[in-house]
């Protein structure tokens, strides 16, 4: 019986697991789908390899690096960034280009973006407004044409959540350093690395981001750890404020400690 029992095998469950395994401890994961990875899984469809969003793998921690290198070993490959947003039919460069912008959104678009952007700047400057949600944050970075337009759209699509429960930080930790003036100019001059949304080559497994959860599950069992699919949690019973056992869908059912 593992002393650690850890529900999911998304990347933060499996890099539990792969460091109290590689610690000597031992440790069981349960992951309710088929497939390890979570949100960073890798899907297989007739024949071809998916992902579920692009997965870019940046980290300045140099002990996170190392350890994907490790992981991935020959499977790691450079990957120059092509990143396009789908948007009215159209296609638009990420990060933005002048022309591409102009022509994708048409003069009397850009003319509405730009005045609402100056819009949201002289109410922030009149009476500024706490941010605390990401509809603030972006509408104050962005004006609200782009906001509704584009930003909702997106986020909503991508995390399932709507942006006014999604916080202001959130926002913050996601888009660092990038405002509308901030897209403007990486667009007209050449991007000088600052902006963390606008990396320019990322790091990748080479048969796709759930490569690297596979290769994780392989080491942990290989060291005695187990990954358990098609295994839900339904329930955590504490006793005394400690959790002594879970019940768990998909096995005959009991882990307790
Ligand atoms: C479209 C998209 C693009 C992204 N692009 C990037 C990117 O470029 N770079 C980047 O660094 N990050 C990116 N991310 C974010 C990244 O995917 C997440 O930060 C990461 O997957 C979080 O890992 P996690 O293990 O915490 O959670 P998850 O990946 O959500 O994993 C949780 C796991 O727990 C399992 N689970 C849930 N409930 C139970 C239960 N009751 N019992 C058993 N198992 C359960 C789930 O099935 C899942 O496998 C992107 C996310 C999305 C959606």
């Given at each position: 019986?593992?002393d650690t ?14 460091e109290l395994t590689k610690h000597g401890a031992s440790a ?230």
């Amino acid at each position: 019986m593992s002393d650690t029992v850890i529900i999911g095998a998304g990347p933060s469950g499996l890099a539990a697991a792969y460091e109290l395994t590689k610690h000597g401890a031992s440790a069981m994961v349960l992951e309710t789908s088929n497939k390890v990875g979570g949100l960073a899984r890798t899907l297989e469809h007739e024949g071809c390899l998916f992902d579920i969003g692009p997965h870019r793998f940046y980290t300045k921690n140099r002990e996170v690096h190392q350890l994907y290198l490790d992981i991935l070993a020959e499977d790691v490959v450079l990957v120059k960034r092509l990143t396009r947003i789908l948007y009215n039919n159209r296609l638009f460069d990420y990060p933005l280009t002048p022309l591409n912008v102009v022509r994708g959104l048409g003069l009397a678009e850009c003319g509405l973006v730009i005045s609402a952007y100056g819009l949201s700047q002289i109410r922030q400057y009149v009476s500024p407004r706490e941010e605390r949600t990401f509809e603030d944050w972006v509408t104050n970075r962005f004006g609200a044409r782009l906001y509704e337009s584009f930003f909702k759209n997106y986020t909503e699509k991508v995390w399932g959540i709507p942006c006014s429960h999604l916080g202001a930080d959130w926002a913050a930790q996601r888009i660092k350093g990038l405002s509308l003036p901030e897209a403007a100019r990486n667009a007209l001059f050449r991007n000088n690395g600052r902006v963390k949304s606008l990396i320019n080559e990322f790091l990748f497994p080479r048969l796709g981001s759930g490569q690297l959860y596979e290769k994780m599950r392989s080491i942990i069992e290989e060291r005695g750890g187990i990954v358990q699919t098609n295994s839900r949690v339904k329930r955590i019973l504490r006793e005394g404020g400690r959790v002594r056992s879970l019940v768990i869908q998909g096995v005959d059912g009991v882990w307790s400690k």
